[in-house]
């Protein structure tokens, strides 16, 4: 069924194994909501050690990303993504506007429906190595790439040992949950964090924290069907 | 905390509509300030841009003698390419854009994707990072830009508007920057409109050195001190990364919630220090220009001039925040 349209499928999330369409539009509507959700635990955060607008430019940003998805509704998962890093990219600013919006965009240029979970996998990591080489970001910097790194790691990993979708989701979703936990004690040696130095210690990077809700997602999407 | 807004999600653009309507020198659009007499042929177009909530940078320098088009991003958070696109085309007279980006994480990758994006333009940047508080190492994001971003402005401004070539405007605005530094300290936090409450508690016995412009943290909190002890503890990291000697530019800048008055008591200490290393405050400038939001405190910004810089700061300026000679 290599990129047929959704509506044989019913808009269903998946099709015969691989994701569609409506299921990475899914995934966007519950980023938006978890964004607003977990709106004031991200400024927090960010409070702590940057300039408290974490949350609520991501609100504004994946606002703007359904607003243009409901404008000119996509065909295709790639579709989807390039989207909405396109919409990050114009409307956040800052550097989780360009960060993620890239990442997204990276996503979106990879994936070749049908969307396998091994073509998820990649296209995932190619995200990942976009927000590596935007921010000339290493694991270890105390960024998104803090979450993200595991999160990939454990799709591939998911591939490679055969695990269900779902379940693989699960895994990488806790890998990001534990990575941005991780990055509690580290030092931030990029972004806005890094003018603190020791200071930035003891706190979680909100950028590690938006990356793990934002894989959560995943999970919670595809356990609805 | 109270605030003189309308709406958290509109103070940026209902401050913008202000400034349209106080000042009928700029053209406000789509959120880019431009010069109302729009660009002129042959000279150098200067764009630089940035968080909303430091005014009156960059929008309040839009003028004769300074910058051509400013790109105000919501409060703290950088201009979208889109913005910065569209100012940089609207105001090439032919003779190319200069790009002034203060380094940020935000603003440095914002305005290289729309460096990239504007094919017809020929583009080049200058990057400031003048905060001595900030090590320059693979272990931060480098040296912030801070209050040498007026001085940048001001004096690439004047050699644009003599109507210098591109790579010397640009090569003029990257001395600047390399002959300044700042030092800055803070007494308070400051509240964002969005957050509505302070970014994050200091006690009243207690300041945030080394801080930056986003009421972000300092590098350390100490306890709070004289206004002598202040300043010194400013000008000691400043003198200990480039000697003070010769003649300088001396910026005395308010965060946005210090009284003028203090900030002068502040100054006098700034100019015994200068005298007392045997060097010359040649040209000064007191007051609020590089601010954040409400937060009380100040920052030095030292620039070692020559001849060729003290005549440039000395040129025409006519901008809402900045004016002489015209």
């Known amino acids: 069924m290599g990129g047929s349209p959704d509506h044989e499928t019913g808009g269903g999330f998946m099709d015969l194994g691989t994701l569609t369409t409506a299921f990475f539009v899914a995934w966007l509507e519950e980023i938006a909501e978890q964004v607003r959700v977990h709106r004031e635990r991200l400024t927090a955060l960010d409070a702590a050690i940057g300039d408290a607008d974490h949350g609520a430019n991501l609100d504004r940003g994946f606002t703007e990303v359904l607003k243009a998805l409901a404008d000119s509704p996509p065909t295709a998962p790639g579709q989807v993504l390039v989207s909405a890093g396109t919409t990050l990219i114009r409307r956040v600013g800052g550097a989780s506007g360009p960060l993620y919006g890239s990442a997204f965009r990276a996503m979106g240029n990879a994936v070749e429906p049908p969307v396998t979970q091994a073509g998820f996998a990649a296209a995932f990591e190619a995200g990942v190595v976009a927000v590596e080489r935007l921010g000339k970001a290493a694991p270890g910097d105390k960024t998104m790439v803090d979450a993200l790194a595991p999160a990939s790691l454990a799709l591939a990993l998911a591939v490679r040992d055969g695990v269900g979708v779902r379940e693989a989701f699960e895994l990488a979703a806790r890998a990001a949950e534990e990575g941005a936990r991780a990055t509690i004690p580290m030092q931030a040696r990029k972004g806005r964090a890094s003018y603190l130095g020791e200071r930035s210690i003891g706190h979680e990077d909100p950028g590690a924290a938006s990356s793990a809700l934002i894989v959560a997602c995943l999970v919670t999407v595809s356990s609805r069907r | 905390m109270k605030k003189l807004i309308n709406s958290a999600e509109s103070a940026v653009d209902d401050a913008l509509a202000g400034m349209a309507a106080a000042h009928p020198s700029l053209r406000i659009r789509d959120r880019v300030v431009y010069r109302a007499s729009g660009p002129r042929a042959g000279k150098v177009g200067l764009v630089s841009g940035g968080g909303s909530g430091h005014e009156p940078l960059h929008a309040g320098f839009v003028g004769y003698g300074m910058l051509d088009a400013a790109c105000p991003g919501e409060v703290f958070t950088s201009p979208v390419p889109d913005q910065i696109v569209e100012a940089t085309t609207a105001v090439d007279g032919g003779a ?59 004096i690439a401004g004047a050699l644009a508007e003599e109507g210098a070539p591109l790579a010397e405007v640009a090569s003029v605005a990257g001395e600047v920057n390399a002959r300044s530094r700042s030092f800055g300290i803070a007494l308070t936090s400051c509240t964002t409109p969005a957050a509505g409450k302070p970014t994050f508690d200091l006690p009243d016995t207690q300041v945030e050195l080394g801080i930056g412009i986003h009421g972000e943290p300092g590098r350390i909190r100490a306890p709070m001190a004289s206004a002598r002890e202040l300043t010194e503890i400013a000008m000691d990291a400043i003198d200990r990364d480039l000697p003070l000697e010769g003649d300088l530019l001396v910026l005395l800048n308010g965060m946005g919630g210090t009284p003028l008055m203090e900030l002068y008591v502040a100054f006098a200490e700034v100019a015994a220090f200068i005298r007392g290393k045997g060097a010359r405050m040649a040209r000064s400038l007191v007051g609020n220009y590089v601010t954040s939001l409400d937060m009380q405190g100040f920052s030095v910004t030292i620039c070692r001039l020559d001849d060729t810089l003290t005549r440039l700061w000395d040129a025409p300026v006519e901008t809402p925040g900045l004016r002489w000679g015209r």
């Open chain 2, 96 to 154: 190319g854009v200069l790009h002034i980006v203060k380094n940020y994480t935000g603003d440095v990758l914002n305005f290289e994707m729309a460096a990239e994006l504007c094919e017809d333009v020929q583009v080049a940047g200058v990057l400031v990072d003048d905060d001595v508080a900030v090590q320059d190492s693979l272990y931060t994001a480098g040296r912030r830009g801070t209050g040498a971003t007026l001085f940048v402005e001001k």
